[in-house]
């Protein structure tokens, strides 16, 4: 597609409910980044895959947080037994990553609201 | 680790004022990205400097590299509403790009 692509863009669920969060990078782009940003705030950076593989699982926050990628393509962030702590805009972005060019295209995010 | 460190955290201005935001890095960086997140959206790119002292426009924006390529800049002149926002800084990492926290800018009418 024209660029990164985000589903849902809005996300309203229980507390305890699991939750799929859907990314689908720009074509060709081998890295692909996941963030979190709560109202008001700068960026958290949770996951990052190149290709397949995730080298950097750092910012997850909890066991509760997961991310796969298949197909050097779309990538899917899972959050399980949602507290309301969770309720952010969860943004993807995906990019080149050729030598030191690493500038990031992002999706318009999934605001998850957990009630 | 290396950190990406942004001041101020917020500034308001009075339209058709300067407005000027600082990035450093405890370490030295390869490049140095900026982005816009205009309020309800997303980051965009804005601009990637690269070379050390490197001096960047974009109409009235400014951007520069220092020296020692460990801070930056983004100089806006004569502030317009369309200039509300978070800018933020990004260095790469090794892989991954480390964001700074963002500095807001309310413009004033």
């Known amino acids: 597609g024209a660029g990164v692509s985000q589903s849902p863009s809005n996300k309203v669920t229980e507390k305890g409910k699991d939750v799929e969060l859907r990314c689908d990078p720009i074509s060709g782009h081998t890295a692909l980044y996941w963030y979190r940003q709560r109202l008001g705030q700068g960026l958290e950076f949770l996951i990052y895959f190149q290709g397949n593989s995730a080298p950097d699982k750092s910012g997850l926050p909890s066991d509760r947080f997961s991310a796969e990628r298949t197909g050097e393509s779309v990538s899917t962030l899972t959050i399980q037994r949602t507290q309301q702590e969770d309720s952010a805009v969860y943004l993807c972005?995906?990019?080149?990553?050729?030598?030191?060019?690493?500038?990031?295209?992002f999706g318009a995010g999934t605001r998850l609201s957990v009630l | 680790g290396q950190q990406v460190m942004q001041i101020p955290q917020y500034q308001h201005v009075q339209e058709g004022e300067d407005f000027t935001t600082y990035c450093n890095s405890s370490t030295t960086l390869s490049n140095i990205q900026w982005y816009k997140q205009r309020p309800g959206g997303h980051p965009v790119f804005l601009i990637q400097?690269?070379?050390?002292?490197e001096v960047k426009k974009q109409k009235r924006l400014t951007f520069q590299f220092g020296e020692a390529k460990k801070n930056s800049s983004l100089h806006i002149t004569a502030t317009q509403t369309t200039d509300v926002g978070t800018y933020f800084c990004a260095g790469p990492r090794n892989d991954k790009i480390i964001f700074g926290k963002g500095t807001r800018l309310h413009i004033l009418p």
């Open positions: 972005a995906s990019s080149w990553n050729f030598g030191s060019d690493h500038i990031q295209y």
């Open positions: 400097l690269v070379k050390s002292g």
